[in-house]
């Protein structure tokens, strides 16, 4: 099940938020090597706030097994701020109708690719939902080169902003490797191809009181 919350409710759920934050420290700086800053086995960075909403994917037992971030680009932009070179067109990287993707998280499920294709279909399909309702017409994101391609087979809609260039030293240096800004157009296309892509069919989506944003198989 996919749930998003907003930074402004992140005093609200602390656990969640807990699971989150170690999550990101285990994928980013424990197994990437990314140098980021943390406390605790935490991961939190400046794009944590509260204008930030998050997308979590929790299985049954309440365990987060996935994670998107989505910031405005006008405020909290990683591609404007770090990686404005990855941005080759004349397209403007911060725009009230566009938001950003960061701290992707779906890790592979091993020998079930169509377990790791429907999660991450989720995630996606939530967040292109939840923009639409507000508005935003396109989302950005900065990923890893060898990972555009899985993009652009989910959906037609992401197109490379410009060329694959290497951070961090490169892919031969711990932590490094080779990055390419993205830009996804959100559109009834863009919702379609991630759908199929995901084999997900009708869905049912609501907002409740808990400030969860639910997402269930009709």
């Known amino acids: 099940m996919i749930y998003s ?3 402004i409710e992140r005093e609200q759920q602390p656990e969640l938020f807990e699971q989150l934050f170690r999550l990101r420290y285990d994928v980013f700086v424990k197994q990437r090597l990314w140098a980021l ?3 605790g086995g935490l991961e939190i960075d400046n ?3 509260p204008e930030a909403q998050y997308f979590f994917g929790v299985d049954d037992g ?3 097994v996935s994670h998107a971030r989505l910031t405005p680009t006008l405020t909290q932009s990683l591609l404007a701020d770090v990686f404005p070179h990855l941005v080759e067109q004349t397209t403007a990287v911060r725009d009230p109708a566009v938001y950003e993707v960061t701290r ?3 890790p592979p499920k091993r020998g079930r690719r169509s377990l790791y294709t429907t999660a ?5 399909l939530a967040a292109l939902e939840w923009c639409k309702q507000l508005r935003i017409t396109h989302l950005h994101a900065v990923v890893d080169s060898a990972a555009l391609p899985s993009f652009i087979e989910a959906c037609s809609e992401v197109r490379p902003m410009g060329l694959p260039q290497s951070y961090g030293g490169g892919q031969g240096v711990p932590g490094g490797g080779e990055t390419v800004a993205v830009r996804c ?5 863009a919702i379609r191809d991630v759908k199929s892509f995901g ?3 009708m869905r049912q989506r609501d907002i409740s009181s808990d400030g969860y944003f639910h997402s269930s198989h009709l």
């Open 5 to 7: 919350l907003s930074g």
């Open 37 to 39: 800053p943390s406390c």
């Open 47 to 49: 794009y944590d706030t």
């Open 62 to 64: 309440g365990k987060l």
């Open 104 to 106: 992707y998280i779906v």
């Open 120 to 124: 991450k279909a989720e995630l996606m």
């Open 185 to 189: 157009a959100v559109t009834d296309r």
């Open 199 to 201: 084999g997900l069919g």
